[in-house]
């Protein structure tokens, strides 16, 4: 079984920045694509950024497009930890995000995703 636990949500001014880490337990982390999820309130979850295999057997950062350029994902694999920078955040990117590891590497919808944390509060004041 895999255990997820985000950290670093907070409350933020427009313009700020905040790192969230997703610490993994329990699995072979290095194999897992691992995927950054957000929902706020009323709305569906969405899709951030994932951090999955590809068909050559190498890491490759995948985003939304309403945070490329502004959200990076990266992961340690030697701490079990991926993490989600944010820089330039909006006011919209407010919510509750999560992180999801998909153990057989390919990181496609959120249904590939088999854990899931238990998320964390990003609110980015205007």
């Known amino acids: 079984q895999v255990q997820l636990v985000e950290s670093g949500g907070g409350l933020v001014q427009a313009g700020g920045s905040l790192r969230l880490s997703c610490a993994a337990s329990?699995?072979?982390?290095?194999?897992?694509?691992m995927g950054w999820f957000r929902q706020a309130p009323g709305k569906e979850r969405e899709f951030v950024a994932a951090?999955?295999?590809?068909?050559?057997?190498?890491?490759?950062?995948d985003y939304a497009d309403s945070v490329k350029g502004r959200l990076i994902i990266s992961r340690d694999n030697a701490k079990n930890t991926v993490y989600l920078q944010m820089n330039s955040l909006k006011p919209e990117d407010t919510a509750v995000y999560y992180c999801a590891a998909d153990r057989h590497g390919f990181g496609g919808p959120p249904s590939s995703y088999e854990y899931w944390g238990q998320g964390t509060q990003v609110t980015v004041s205007s």
């Open positions: 329990g699995g072979t982390f290095r194999s897992y694509a």
């Open positions: 951090h999955r295999w590809t068909g050559g057997n190498t890491y490759y950062a």
